[in-house]
């Protein structure tokens, strides 16, 4: 398996002069404390990192060579890890947007590669089983962009067996928000349109999907006590091209809003079908699909209106502990480095590294065991907000692995013929300011 060089073949140009400005800054905070500039005669620090840069959730990794680069070249002249400086290596492996690939990398990377800690990123499809394969290797890991039950119920060995049988971790750790978060979010978007709180599902089989439509822990237990009425015509298999089945089980029941978690390719199959089939619903609030600019701009003009949830923007009120960049800041120097508008996980992105250079600065024992006691003491105010594991608002079997990121809800509006993304709703994180209300689509 080779080694994704970040800063040699790019797959998204970057000018080097925002790029060596942005690192400076980070460089700054990697070596404060310093005796002496020198690196130590010690073993490199290695990272991995896993991260689907091809195939359908490639929208998610659109800014990790803006991220990692920068990363990099700031860190070539080490962290301080206890009383040593230490070089730091980044090994970057693309999952392809498929899980067996994903397992089989991570196990590179801690067999071959000797990594010390494992960093991995969007969607269950990736951060589930290298999170498991650091799990039976015994690696620590830091993973993000998923929401927490798939990635930790999913990983249980009797996930239906309910919160006695789910099992907490030992090695993998993980931030975000959960389905409960996305669920009032949307449900207190939607509550801004008069509807007929009639809802269509679209959930695919797989780990989001199948999370988000359960009976149980997904949408549809929180949406009958909202009074709304879903309408799930059962789960597809990703990547189809024929929606024409869930498209007329939602004519019939009159759906004026349709919900759930769909890559981005099929939403566009889905939405051009059903606008060509004479559905057009009031609202569609879409997780996954519709996250990123590039997805929105694949509809023409059919995507004004559409709306999402919002884990990060350039309004969010957080500044990188390594950078001292505000959110917005961050989001600017990617396009001006990039030449192409901000997406949502850059913010992650960066707090992920964030994470591991913190973790690592209080780890100076190099084993997996100290390691690991580093992150779950992790309290640490980063570019997304806070990353604490065993805070507040989570069940207890999930405490000790899980930390909870702010969710706000927004919508896409086409003007000036671009898209952008207008917060709508903050009441699950009033701290994030509103841009704006909700409009119905039609």
């Known amino acids: 398996m080779t080694c994704h060089k970040i800063g040699s073949t790019h797959r998204h140009s970057i000018d080097r002069r925002t790029l060596l400005k942005y690192s400076a800054a980070t460089a700054a905070t990697l070596s404060a404390g310093l005796k002496s500039p020198a690196i ?255 997805a929105v701009e694949a509809l023409g003009k059919d995507g004004h209106n559409l709306s999402s949830e919002v884990w990060w923007s350039p309004n969010h009120p957080f500044k990188s502990s390594l950078t001292g960049m505000s959110a917005k800041d961050l989001a600017g120097a990617y396009q001006t480095a990039t030449k192409k508008q901000w997406t949502q996980p850059i913010g992650f992105i960066h707090a992920l590294f964030e994470v591991a250079v913190d973790v690592l600065k209080r780890a100076p024992d190099r084993d997996g065991k100290a390691i690991t006691a580093a992150i779950a003491a992790t309290n640490l105010d980063t570019v997304v907000g806070k990353v604490q594991w065993g805070g507040a608002n989570l069940p207890p079997f999930a405490a000790k692995n899980v930390a909870k990121t702010p969710l706000v809800g927004g919508q896409w509006r086409f003007k000036d013929g671009k898209y952008d993304i207008v917060i709508t709703d903050n009441k699950t994180a009033p701290a994030i300011p509103v841009g704006g209300q909700m409009e119905a689509i039609a």
């Open 40 to 294: 130590a005669q010690t073993r490199a620090v290695k990272l991995g990192y896993v991260s689907p840069l091809t195939g359908p959730l490639a929208a998610f990794a659109e800014a990790d060579n803006f991220i990692i680069a920068n990363f990099k070249e700031a860190a070539k002249a080490g962290i301080k890890v206890g009383n040593a400086t230490v070089p730091v290596e980044v090994v970057v492996k693309d999952s392809q947007s498929n899980p067996n690939r994903a397992a089989e990398v991570a196990k590179g990377l801690i067999v071959q590669d000797k990594i010390d800690l494992m960093l991995v990123a969007s969607t269950p499809e990736t951060t589930n089983p290298v999170s498991t394969q650091c799990e039976i290797e015994e690696v620590p890991c830091i993973s993000t962009v998923a929401p927490w039950q798939p990635w930790f119920i999913g990983r249980q060995a009797n996930p239906g067996g309910g919160p006695p049988a789910w099992k907490g971790f030992n090695y993998t750790y993980h931030f975000f928000w959960g389905l409960e978060d996305v669920i009032a979010v949307f449900t207190n978007m939607w509550g801004q349109v008069s509807t007929n709180k009639s809802v269509g599902g679209l959930f695919p089989n797989d780990g989001d999907g199948n999370a988000w439509g359960d009976k149980v822990v997904g949408f549809p237990p929180v949406l009958d006590k909202g009074g709304y009425k879903l309408t799930d015509p059962g789960r597809y298999q990703n990547l189809t091209d024929n929606f024409s089945a869930q498209i007329g089980a939602f004519k019939s029941a009159n759906c004026e809003i349709i919900t759930g978690v769909v890559l981005p390719p099929d939403f566009t199959t889905f939405w051009k079908q059903a606008l060509q089939q004479g559905f057009k619903p009031k609202v569609a609030s879409i997780g996954k699909a519709i996250l990123f600019p590039v």
